[in-house]
Nanobody, 126 residues
């Protein structure tokens, strides 16, 4: 069983920055894909960014491309999301997700991910 714990959320003014972290523990998988999703009130959970295990290749939603950067530290089992130039429409609960056993591809559908964190709130004021 993989446990994921997010941190780093908070309240920030538009144009500001935040850095989210996700710590993974447990499980017996030697590799796994990681991603960030978000869910705003009354909306479906949506893909934000994903990164591969083997070479760190990343994929981003169009709405965050050029503003957000996903990264990971495999040795520490950590994933990060650097969020710059934040907008009020970025307000949501952000979730870390893992695809066990996948090391060289990314996925944008929530159904592809088997483990989720509890989420961290990001609020951007105008």
């Amino acid at each position: 069983q993989v446990q994921l714990v997010e941190s780093g959320g908070g309240l920030v003014q538009a144009g500001g920055s935040l850095r989210l972290s996700c710590a993974a523990s447990g499980g017996t998988f030697s590799s796994y894909g990681m991603a960030w999703f978000r869910q705003a009130p009354g909306k479906e959970r949506e893909f934000v960014a994903a990164i591969t295990w083997n070479d760190g290749s990343a994929s981003y939603a169009d709405s965050v491309k050029g503003r957000f950067t996903i990264s990971r530290d495999n040795a520490k089992k950590m994933e990060y999301l650097q969020m710059n130039s934040l907008k009020p429409e970025d307000t949501a609960v952000y979730y870390c997700a893992v695809r066990p056993g996948v090391y060289n591809s990314v996925a944008t559908s929530p159904g592809e991910y088997g483990y989720w964190g509890q989420g961290t709130q990001v609020t951007v004021s105008s």
